[in-house]
């Protein structure tokens, strides 16, 4: 079955140091996206790309890194100078427009710092 | 610009009554209004969606939504819930910025059933 894959599932993350999560989809999705989610925030886009090779930040990309080699892979970096970092991280994908798919949505990674 | 705003942050209900999860949303261009559900430590899955036709959209677990353009709401309703419908609700709306299609959300509302 086709799915988005995210892992690990819980990360933990020491002062000063970048942790990556993994992002894979076999749906052969072009778009891909990177949701950051805070209790009673809702869900807020970091960074996004249409295309492999190409990216654009969302609106809270400040501390985050990504890179987009492969159609399948989207991981995200969080960098240390993200200073507040705890977080539920979401990574979805979609065909080509969203008039004729949903926004498919992996099942997260819970980001802590020790 | 586009933005939603969900009324209600949190909504206790008790098994088999009625339920309704408000959304406003402010947009100048078409709209394509979506409902997500999320169940604990998962990701989101699509409810329904709004795109054009008719304005009462049905959705997948007997929850239906009703696209009210003047009075620019999607709110989300159910005749009867289960305990099983307890989860956090995302109401959302389509954006489109420099050709590229993203969805903005609302802030969520968690909907906790009481038997």
């Known amino acids: 079955d086709g799915g988005i894959t995210q892992s690990p599932k819980y990360l933990f993350r020491k002062e000063g140091q970048n942790v990556t999560l993994s992002c894979e989809q076999n749906?052969?999705?072009?778009?891909m996206y990177w949701y950051r989610q805070d209790p009673g925030q809702g869900l807020r886009l970091i960074y996004y790309?249409?295309?492999?090779?190409?990216?654009q930040k969302g609106d809270i990309a400040e501390g985050y890194s990504v890179s987009r080699e492969k159609k399948e892979s989207f991981p995200l970096t969080v960098t240390s100078a993200q200073k507040n970092p705890t977080a539920f991280y979401l990574c979805?994908?979609?065909?080509?427009?969203?008039?004729?798919?949903?926004?498919?949505f992996g099942s997260g990674t819970q980001l802590s710092v020790l | 610009a586009q933005s939603v705003t969900q009324l209600d942050s949190q909504v206790p209900v008790f098994e088999e009554a009625p339920v309704e999860l408000r959304c406003n949303y402010s947009?100048?261009?078409?709209?394509?209004l979506f409902w997500y559900v999320q169940y604990p430590n998962q990701g989101l899955q699509l409810l329904l969606k709004?795109?054009?036709?008719?304005?009462l959209v049905k959705g997948i677990n007997g929850f239906e939504a009703e696209f009210n353009k003047s009075q620019t709401s999607f709110h989300l309703r159910k005749p009867s819930v289960h305990i099983s419908d307890t989860a956090e609700y995302f109401c959302?709306?389509?954006?489109?910025?420099?050709?590229?299609?993203?969805?903005?959300f609302g802030q969520g509302t968690r909907l906790t059933i009481n038997p």
């Open positions: 790309s249409q295309i492999v090779n190409d990216f």
């Open positions: 947009s100048s261009v078409s709209v394509y």
């Open positions: 749906l052969n999705h072009d778009a």
């Open positions: 959302a709306v389509r954006k489109v910025d420099q050709g590229a299609q993203k969805l903005v």
């Open positions: 979805a994908s979609i065909s080509t427009t969203l008039t004729r798919e949903k926004l498919f």
């Open positions: 709004y795109l054009s036709g008719s304005t």
